[in-house]
Structure formats: structure tokens, C-alpha cells
């Protein structure tokens, strides 16, 4: 493993753990120094990554996202058109939820974020596994949106609005 790869694996732990990372656990991981670990995160914080050394081991500031819920409506065949106007955007699909009269709240994860996401998503509906949750509420439904900045999500709310998604306005 070279140390481009090294850093890609450090940055992918740090940036889906929960919890501090110490040097010695990553030098043992990649058969490394810690000093050659150390090396490594002074060249990821100079290439722009906010990692913080902390008495337990590294960390990452990730950029906050920003959050929006939005109903919306359309058929099954508009679907992809929805999740690839979100995606092509720069958001995140992260739920799809609706509010049944009955059953109440009933949500699912999505965490769409990319045309493949959307593909294997569409697949695996195409291929029966299982109807859009949309459908038990005559197609209305809601979705939890993220994306790095508020603009972003202003943009996906008016090109969702353009196309005649939205139901409930801001």
C-alpha cells in the first residue's frame, strides 16, 4: 500500500467513525510507524482537512450539513427525475417518509446521494423487492434533504418547485 492509499483509508476511518482514532491504532492497521501516521495527517490537514489530535487519538470536523424536509408528489415513473434533480444539485437524499392516517409516521432511510445510488435504488424496486413507500399514500410523501449550504438547498427546493414536485410551500 502506498501512501496516497494509506491517507484515503485514514480519511475514509476518520470521517465515518464516531469515536478518536489514536496513531498508534492506524500505525498498527497499515503496518507503519506512528511517525509515518504522524506524517500523514500533516499532509491531509495541509491538503485542507480540519483533523484535530486529541488525548484519545484524531478526529475530523466535518462541514455541518444543512437540512431541509419537503413534501412532495409525483408518479413512479417521475421518481428518478426527483432523486437525480436532488443529487445533480449537490444533495443528499436521506429519508423518504410518509404520514399515514393510520400507522402514522412511517420513514426509511435512503441516503441517496449519487445517480448509481438512484439506479440501484430503482432496481431493486423494478425487481420486486418492494413497492415505493409513497404508494400506501396515494403518492404523497416527504423526503429529508441535506447539502453543504443552505443556497444548495434553495436551488433543489426551486428546480423540485419548477418541475411541480413541491406540495407544501416554505
Keep these: ?13 476518520l470521517e465515518n467513525g464516531r469515536t478518536p482514532v489514536s496513531g498508534t491504532a492506524f500505525a498498527s492497521r497499515f503496518h507503519v510507524s506512528r511517525q509515518i ?13 480540519d483533523i484535530i489530535s486529541t488525548n484519545r487519538g484524531y478526529i475530523i470536523n466535518l462541514p455541518q450539513e444543512q437540512k431541509m424536509e419537503i413534501k412532495v408528489l409525483h408518479s413512479d415513473s417521475e421518481t428518478a427525475d426527483e432523486l437525480s434533480t436532488i443529487v445533480d444539485l449537490g444533495g443528499t437524499v436521506r429519508d423518504v417518509f410518509v404520514n399515514h392516517k393510520i400507522y402514522g409516521v412511517l420513514r ?4 441517496i446521494r449519487s445517480r448509481k445510488n438512484i439506479t440501484d435504488f430503482l432496481e431493486d424496486i423494478k425487481n420486486g423487492k418492494s413497492a415505493p413507500l409513497k ?19 434553495n436551488l433543489i427546493y426551486q428546480e423540485l418547485d419548477r418541475k411541480g414536485y413541491i406540495i407544501s410551500k416554505k
Design 1 to 13: 500500500m502506498n501512501g496516497n492509499q494509506r491517507r484515503s483509508l485514514i480519511l475514509e476511518t
Design 37 to 49: 501516521i504522524v506524517s500523514d495527517i500533516a499532509l491531509l490537514r495541509a491538503s485542507g482537512y
Design 108 to 111: 426509511a432511510d435512503l441516503n
Design 135 to 153: 404508494n400506501i399514500t396515494s403518492g404523497y410523501h416527504y423526503h429529508t434533504i441535506t447539502a453543504a449550504s443552505r443556497e444548495t438547498l
